[in-house]
């Protein structure tokens, strides 16, 4: 596996390139992520709940077109994002998808007991094994970020 810094998002003074270690402890904090597939049609994305266990990303799926998709085409991309300490950051693992196939494998991995959003019986278990892993972190300024958001510091005076 490969770790490389995205230089077209580090070039700003409040961006920050994260290391191997620092994305995966952020993604092992995070419960909640998107997964890219891609199919004859193109790309999609899914969000789905996930877990992080020994470098790699487990997740679990009911049957529909995204097994499908990673089925004939195992290339993945996965990110997840989140806020810590007033600072956004975002980590994004490209690797290759499997599914498990061993109760042994599946058990040690804690996937089996991954809690998901929907009620929908998810009872194929999947492992992405990485091959680039990315992350950067921003501190955002709300009065910059929404030009419709009034900005609290600089509001206008009382009237008299």
């Known amino acids: 596996m490969t ?8 070039a700003a003074d409040d961006v920050e390139a994260l290391d191997q270690d620092e994305c995966w402890r952020l993604l092992a904090g995070s419960t909640f992520g998107r997964l890219a597939v891609s199919d004859d049609d193109g790309a999609d994305i899914f969000p789905i709940n996930h877990l992080v266990n020994d470098h790699l ?10 097994i499908v998709s990673l089925t004939e085409h195992p290339g993945v991309a996965f990110e997840a994002d989140g806020t810590e300490n007033r600072q956004r950051w975002s980590v994004v ?8 196939e061993s109760d042994e494998e599946i058990a040690a991995s ?7 959003v929907t009620r929908s019986t998810k009872w194929n278990f999947f492992a992405i094994t990485p091959r680039t892993l ?9 009065r910059h970020s929404d030009p419709h958001r009034s900005d609290p510091d600089h509001s206008a005076p009382a009237a008299p």
């Open 3 to 10: 770790w490389t810094p995205r230089p077209h998002e580090i």
């Open 57 to 66: 990303v487990y997740f679990r799926s009911a049957p529909g077109t995204k």
């Open 93 to 100: 693992l490209r690797g290759t998808v499997r599914r498990l």
């Open 110 to 116: 804690g996937v089996d007991e991954l809690h998901t």
């Open 134 to 142: 990315t992350g950067v972190r921003f501190i955002t300024d709300p």
